[in-house]
């Protein structure tokens, strides 16, 4: 069974960069992109960005230049940092995989594996 | 980027009952939309993909349908532990997107 467990810093002050890890325990990193979604206290999801085992990355434009994703595939983990953060970046941060589904050459993708989240907590 | 927008935010319903949310995207998305169910302090759990497939281990009664712009997600028949809040994705293009969810409260 896939398994995402993720760590990170909990509390920071505003103008501080977050920085979350995520361990895959699966028999294959390869093959799937592995994503970052946040969710502010109350509020809806947030998709952040992802990267797949060659490092290749998307990410959300309204994020701008804050945001960045690497993977160590030797390690099995991918991260996520974040920087200049303010108190608008209070949320549950969750790492998901995102695997697809293959039909008529068409990929449908889909996050079918979610780590159990983290809170960060922006405050001075 | 595609705004995703739910109807209706919130929803109260009985056991018994089936209901239906809606999804609709600000432009054509073909067939690339998910459905996910979170309850309180949890992930969320994928229960639809490609519209209409529906995730391993999902009860039968959660079905997916639509195409284009309007998409819904139908529980046939709702049991104690569908109450719980509702997101529908795209997953058309880059930056992925979700709607601001559907609450389902119990009546």
């Known amino acids: 069974q896939v398994q995402l467990q993720q760590w990170g810093a909990g509390l920071l002050k505003p103008s501080e960069t977050l920085s979350l890890t995520c361990a895959v325990y699966?028999?294959?990193?390869?093959?799937?992109?592995w994503s970052w979604i946040r969710q502010p206290p109350g509020k809806g999801l947030e998709w952040l960005g992802e990267i797949n085992h060659s490092g290749s990355t998307n990410y959300n434009p309204s994020l701008k230049s804050r945001v960045t994703i690497s993977v160590d595939t030797s390690k099995n983990q991918f991260s996520l940092k974040l920087s200049s953060v303010t108190a608008a970046d209070t949320a549950v941060y969750y790492c998901a995989r995102q695997t697809y589904y293959d039909f008529l050459t068409s990929y449908y993708y889909y996050m079918d594996v979610w780590g159990e989240g983290t809170t960060v907590t922006v405050s001075s | 980027d595609i705004q995703m927008t739910q109807s209706p935010s919130s929803l109260s319903a009985s056991v018994g009952d089936r209901v239906t949310i809606t999804c609709r995207a600000s432009?054509?998305?073909?067939?690339?939309l998910n459905w996910y169910q979170q309850k309180s302090g949890k992930a969320p759990n994928l229960l639809i993909y490609a519209t209409s497939s529906l995730q391993s281990g999902v009860p039968s009664r959660f079905s997916g349908s639509g195409s284009g712009t309007d998409f819904t997600l139908t529980i046939s028949s709702l049991q104690p532990e569908d109450f719980a809040t509702y997101y529908c994705q795209q997953s058309y293009t880059t930056p992925r997107s979700f709607g601001q969810g559907t609450k389902l409260e119990i009546k």
């Open positions: 699966v028999d294959s990193f390869r093959g799937y992109y």
């Open positions: 432009q054509s998305i073909s067939s690339y």
